[in-house]
T-cell receptor, first 113, second 115 residues
């Protein structure tokens, strides 16, 4: 069954600290994996996208990694800011043509001052 | 700054009423998605269109939901009749292909409450 599981469900950290969010998937065949950030009351915004051959990609303080062998991805946030408080959604696209995407349930991150 | 726009942003209606949600994709994007998001289910794909033609609406309850794209600047999602379980945030996203990768740009969403 094609699934995307994220952990933890929620996370509270202090401003300035680093954190890592996890995404495990069982999607096959694999095409690409995206991380989205969704602020409360807004639509998701793409942070990174990685294909099979890529194992790391950065976007400012956000760094995503992908291990296609173990079917795991992580999103590392460095020097967190209050504005990082949001939901982070992992999305995997199947390599079957079209737009067969499977969404994770998201990790809710709270950054406290 | 090109953006996807959605109207209305909020809608409260009574069960049984018709609801129409509108989406204006980014100019030049020829693919539009409709999603529904709830706390319990997360994001679910309802339907998507390319060049105004429906490509996949298998995620959409056919008996009450319908999606159309009458022209390149407007996509609509209609629910008739609405039910309380339809309460959710509905997002549209317009899509552009860059270097073989499809990138989605989400609108701000329509928060629907059916009482």
């Amino acid at each position: 069954k094609n699934q995307v599981e994220q952990s933890p469900q929620s996370l509270i950290i202090l401003e300035g600290k680093n954190c890592t969010l996890q995404c495990n998937y069982t999607v096959s065949p694999f095409s690409n994996l995206r991380w989205y950030k969704q602020d409360t009351g807004r639509g998701p915004v793409s942070l990174t996208i990685m294909t099979f051959s890529e194992n790391t990609k950065s976007n400012g303080r956000y760094t995503a990694t992908l291990d296609a062998d173990t079917k795991q991805s992580s999103l590392h946030i460095t020097a967190s800011q209050l504005s990082d408080s949001a939901s982070y959604i992992c999305v995997v696209t199947r390599g079957t043509g079209g737009f067969k995407t499977i969404f994770g349930a998201g990790t809710r991150l709270f950054v406290k001052a | 700054d090109a953006r996807v726009t959605q109207t209305p942003r909020h809608k409260v209606t009574e069960m049984g009423q018709e609801v129409t949600m509108r989406c204006q994709p980014i100019l030049g994007h020829n693919t539009v998605f409709w999603y529904r998001q709830t706390m319990m289910q997360g994001l679910e794909l309802l339907a998507y269109f390319r060049n105004r033609a429906p490509l996949d609406d298998s995620g959409m309850p056919k008996d009450r939901f319908s999606a159309e794209m009458p022209d390149a600047t407007l996509a609509t999602l209609k629910i008739q009749p609405s039910e309380p379980r339809d309460s959710a945030v509905y997002f549209c996203a317009s899509v552009v292909r860059t270097s073989g990768i499809y990138e989605q740009y989400f609108g701000p969403g329509t928060r629907l409450t059916v009482t």
